[in-house]
């Protein structure tokens, strides 16, 4: 028995198959929900920092990684709501920039494992599903 057929026949029996590409276009708009909230959410440290502190009082790296992530969050989920693929490449970019920071600048950035561990599940859920749908459009 194949891969695809022993998952199909782990499905309720709706006479439904699992569409890898279905599945990815809803993670991938998750994705984008997601990087939106994140990048709103650093344009509010921007503009006014939680506590009403000054944006200039951070240090001079919080403030560059605030910045970069405020633009490159929703230059993200712009292109991964559209689905182009260069939205993927932006948000692996991001992903990967704020997952190096927390772990070799945790001085700086503190550890975040949640965050950290966000990122590293999404790009591996990312990664199955794109290997899916390849294998299902190799199949047909």
């Known amino acids: ?15 439904r198959r699992f569409d890898p590409r279905f ?3 809803v993670f991938v708009r998750l994705l984008a929900v997601v990087f939106l909230v ?6 509010s440290v921007v503009l006014s920092p939680p506590g009403g502190g000054n944006f200039f009082d951070l240090p001079l790296a919080q403030r560059v990684a605030t910045v970069f992530f405020a633009v490159c969050d929703l230059v993200a989920a712009v292109g991964l ?7 993927a490449v932006v948000w692996l970019i991001a992903a990967l ?5 927390h772990a070799f600048f945790a001085d ?3 550890t975040a494992p949640v965050t ?3 990122h590293m599940v999404s790009v591996v859920i990312y990664t ?10 190799e199949s047909s």
């Open 38 to 43: 994140s990048g709103l959410h650093d344009w």
């Open 108 to 110: 700086v950035f503190g």
């Open 97 to 101: 920039t704020e997952v190096a920071l």
């Open 128 to 137: 199955v599903f794109t290997y899916l749908v390849d294998r299902a459009a």
């Open 1 to 15: 028995m194949r891969d695809d057929e022993a998952m199909n026949d782990a499905l309720p029996e709706t006479g």
């Open 116 to 118: 950290v561990g966000f």
């Open 23 to 25: 599945a990815l276009v």
């Open 81 to 87: 709501w559209l689905l182009a693929s260069w939205g």
